[in-house]
């Protein structure tokens, strides 16, 4: 198994430029979610799904929209993307969802808005 | 809303026993978790205390008191690899809410 993957590892993007960050897992894991973290702040949620078809919002989920149309792929979109954008994003997949703890975690994307 | 706290960094020598404490304040609370991550790397699951009291794994062991609000990461012979970043993530329904993290420095 592949685990948790997200691509790309790396990004830089110009202010107002979209992009789209991919996350996919082998597991059959149900719920996944998007983090992002940045210096000193530790790992804010923006955006989960407990299943394919259904999302949610998370603590910072302004500036991203994501879907889940396969259990596997779980694609985190920035529409007009800013310089506060500019963080580490973590993918990250469970067997459901939680109080489950155990979160397996991609290995980041770090994404520089310029 | 939610909100924990721990110390942003620890520093201990190599054999030494470290405890790294963790309070939080939440609105629905399922269990108290802990992830290591080192430099560059992505967070991985240590371990998981839903119920009061002392869950061991090898030279890793957490608490909870609920209580108290309070929970703590106890590490034992300390190695240098030991050397990371360590989050308390809170567990609610359908989330999971992170510390900031404590960066443990472990020299020789």
């Known amino acids: 198994n592949a685990g948790v993957t997200q691509t790309p590892k790396f990004q830089v993007l110009k202010t107002g430029q979209s992009m789209t960050l991919q996350c996919a897992q082998d597991?059959?894991?149900?719920?996944m979610s998007w983090y992002r973290q940045d210096p000193g702040m530790g790992l804010r949620l923006i955006h989960y799904s407990v299943g394919a078809g259904i999302t949610d919002q998370g603590e910072v989920p302004n500036g991203y929209n994501v879907s889940r149309s396969t259990t596997e792929d779980f694609p985190l979109r920035l529409l007009s993307a800013a310089p506060s954008q500019t963080s580490v994003y973590f993918c990250?997949?469970?067997?459901?969802?939680?109080?489950?703890?155990?979160?397996?975690f991609g290995p980041g994307t770090r994404l520089t808005v310029l | 809303g939610q909100s924990l706290e721990q110390p942003s960094e620890v520093t201990a020598v190599e054999g030494a026993i470290v405890q790294i404490n963790c309070t939080y304040q939440t609105s629905g609370f399922y269990g108290l978790s802990w992830y290591q991550q080192h430099d560059g790397g992505a967070p991985t699951f240590l371990s998981y205390n839903a119920l009061d009291g002392l869950e061991e794994t090898g030279r890793f062991s957490s608490f909870l008191s609920r209580s108290d609000s309070y929970g703590y990461l106890l590490l034992q012979e300390l190695q240098m690899k030991d050397s990371a970043s360590y989050f308390c993530?809170?567990?609610?329904?359908?989330?999971?809410?992170f510390g900031k993290g404590t960066m443990l420095l472990v020299s020789p």
């Open positions: 993530a809170v567990s609610g329904y359908s989330t999971l809410t």
């Open positions: 990250a997949s469970s067997y459901s969802k939680p109080p489950r703890p155990e979160q397996f």
């Open positions: 597991m059959n894991h149900e719920y």
